[in-house]
């Protein structure tokens, strides 16, 4: 396993995605997280065993461009960063618009983010589960 994350910029990551999928490397899976000054997009690739990581540091709201280009499933976690922190990737082959996952509030995981609105029902208002009757013979 290999703990170092190569840094990128925006402009160098579908040239470096690409040199991975040249030398073999699928594609794992992509990670937003908050970053002291912007977010950081980690992309993890896998060789016989062999995890290799690619960052891009990116501001809230920054265009990115899209790698399902080089590889098609990476549209589900575009999609998915796209709806939970509002970056916009350039190119995607399969854009769902915002609604690949539905949430509350727009772009919940962003550092300012509003505050979900949550309703409590009353346990005694609340519905209850249906209770399956023997069946007769």
Known sequence: MNPEIEMKS?????????????DGCRLVVMTCSPAPDAYDITYTFDKVGNLSHIRINAE????IPSITGVYPGAFVYENE????????FRGLSIDFNGTFIRTSVPY????Q?????????PKETAPQAAVPKEVEK
Do not use: Q, W
């Open 60 to 63: 809230e709201g920054a265009e």
């Open 113 to 121: 983010a509003a505050e979900p609105k949550v309703t409590k029902v």
């Open 81 to 88: 960063i796209h709806d939970l922190y509002g970056f916009t």
């Open 10 to 22: 925006v402009s160098e990551l579908v040239s470096a995605v690409e040199g991975l999928k040249n």
């Open 108 to 111: 919940p995981f962003r550092k």
